[in-house]
């Protein structure tokens, strides 16, 4: 194995993944992120699953497509989101099994 110095990550790649981080962090976000999974959906969809009001759902939303989490594309009078990419899919679902409340619950016990 060769020996490397780790790259140096430049301070605005920094701010923007901390940021990000904080988007996905806010317990609605979260739902939303989770509720849209792989799939494609309209803000109705979400707002029938996660049970708040359109405005709130359509105000986090934006959120996470300013932070670049979420994409979304119009379809008459319809705003669909999906998760941006793969990757961040990936993410999501890593960090629900690392954290979830059972997962929690068994490192209080060590």
Avoid: F
Avoid at 4 to 12: G, Q
Avoid at 13 to 27: E, N, R, V
Avoid at 40 to 57: A, D, L, R
Avoid at 93 to 108: A, F, I, K, P
């Amino acid at each position: 194995m060769e020996d490397s110095v780790p790259d140096k990550t430049p301070e605005e790649d920094i701010t923007l993944t901390a940021d990000a981080l904080k988007a996905m962090g806010h317990p609605l976000r979260w739902k939303i992120l989770c509720t849209l999974g792989d799939n494609e959906m309209s803000v109705g969809e979400i707002v029938e699953k996660i049970g708040t009001s359109q405005s709130n759902v359509s105000q986090h939303l934006d959120q996470l497509r300013n932070k670049n989490i979420v994409t979304s594309r119009r379809d008459a009078n319809r705003i669909y989101y999906r998760v941006r990419n793969g990757q961040l899919l990936e993410l999501i679902g890593t960090m629900r099994s690392v954290l979830c409340h059972v997962n929690l619950d068994d490192m209080s016990s060590e």
